[in-house]
């Protein structure tokens, strides 16, 4: 169990939420270390540690794999709009539970419109595709800056051209959703087939050769999908927060349970947050093997220490600054998909002629 900035993360199955007054009382099962995960519950326990968490101190709940919140806990959340957010232990989101949004429906309205119109809902994706193409070139240019090795600069800076020229041709033309699907599909294979370059420290215990999940087959592809899944979070709760459904999206079409808007929303983000988190993470030497377990069948998972490890960095990560190129503000990170959220909002009233996506300078 984690409390980071406003969020309570509990990460340790078995774990109980109950309420008391206006404060939630968590239980948290201490177990032998040696203990395998899959016997970890109550009645294996060896302790108990409690803790009282005031319910105006948090915005959010997650809770990763089989822990429970009572019903009253849950009815305390919902008053006071303290969305629940029901993981799996490697961070897919399988439920969600929050309050009514207080916002018109005016918005909602908007956004299904948008999203039912093929032209306005390509258009939007579009801007989306070339902000993540845009941000995964600059981050290819900085590692190609930081590296010393020639050959292994120019297989960056190649990789950079090549997603510049898909920019370019982007910027020229008015592709149908299909087509910018497979743009996407294209310029995150070029992105993905150098970033184990940007690695300078652990490039043996944390080799990469291609994006998996579902599950991760290696280390890095791990830590990645975990990040995408905190990432994925944020975005779900700023949409939620100023009225859109995250649940409808452009780019990423609906299927059942799948936020596509939320989706569609940190695909900007992926680049310079989730994965430099990652790669700096493994430069620094602040995550190591053993932070990670290989699972029967080839599944690599993150062991107790390690998740915790992840998520107390990240959401350091959120406390720092970073200028906004369009309001040309500093704002701290935590703050930025809230902003895009309302940028895109603004879009959808008609108060904007495009979404703008972030791109960090």
């Known amino acids: ?23 939630l009382q968590v239980e948290v099962p201490v177990y032998p270390p040696d203990l395998p995960p899959e016997e970890r519950n109550r009645q294996s326990a ?45 961070g897919y989101l399988q ?42 070139r600059n981050s290819l240019l900085r590692g190609g800056r930081e590296t010393d090795d020639t050959a292994e600069q120019r297989q960056l800076t190649d990789a950079a051209d ?31 087939s150098v970033f184990g370059l940007l690695l300078k420290q652990q490039r043996d ?23 995408y899944a905190l990432v994925r979070h944020d975005c779900i709760a700023a949409l939620t927060s100023i009225g859109l459904d995250p649940f409808v999206g452009f780019l990423h079409a609906d299927r059942p349970n799948r936020p596509s808007l939320a989706l569609d929303l940190m695909e900007e983000f992926r680049p310079w947050l989730a994965d430099r988190l990652a790669v700096t993470l493994i430069n620094r030497q602040q995550i190591q093997p053993d932070h990670f377990v290989l699972r029967e069948g080839g599944a690599v998972e993150f062991t ?45 009233r008609a108060d904007l002629p495009e979404y703008l996506p972030l791109v960090p300078k």
């Open 1 to 23: 169990m984690d409390l980071q900035q406003n969020t309570l993360y509990l990460t340790t199955p078995g774990s109980y939420v109950a309420r008391d007054h206006l404060t």
């Open 46 to 90: 060896t302790d108990t540690r409690k803790l009282s968490i005031p319910i105006h101190h948090l915005e959010s709940v997650c809770v990763f794999g089989a822990s429970s919140i009572s019903p009253p806990a849950m009815d305390l959340c919902w008053e006071h709009g303290v969305a629940i957010n029901f993981l799996s232990e490697n």
């Open 95 to 136: 439920a969600r539970v929050t309050g009514v949004a207080d916002t018109s429906v005016t918005l909602r309205r908007a956004q299904f419109r948008v999203a039912d119109d093929p032209v306005r809902a390509a258009a939007i994706a579009r801007q989306i595709v070339a902000g993540k193409i845009q941000n995964s």
């Open 162 to 192: 090549a997603l510049a020229r898909q920019l370019s041709d982007l910027a020229k033309t008015n592709p149908p959703l299909d087509q910018l699907r497979g743009v996407e599909g294209m310029a995150a294979q070029t992105y993905f």
């Open 205 to 227: 215990d944390f080799a990469f050769t291609t994006r998996s999940r579902r599950p991760p087959r290696d280390r890095i592809n791990c830590m990645v999908s975990f990040l």
């Open 304 to 348: 107790d220490t390690g998740r915790k490890l992840v998520i107390k960095v990240y959401q350091e990560r959120k406390q720092e600054s970073l200028n906004h190129p369009l309001l040309d503000q500093n704002l701290r990170i935590a703050q930025l998909p809230f902003v895009q959220a309302r940028i895109l909002a603004r879009h959808l």
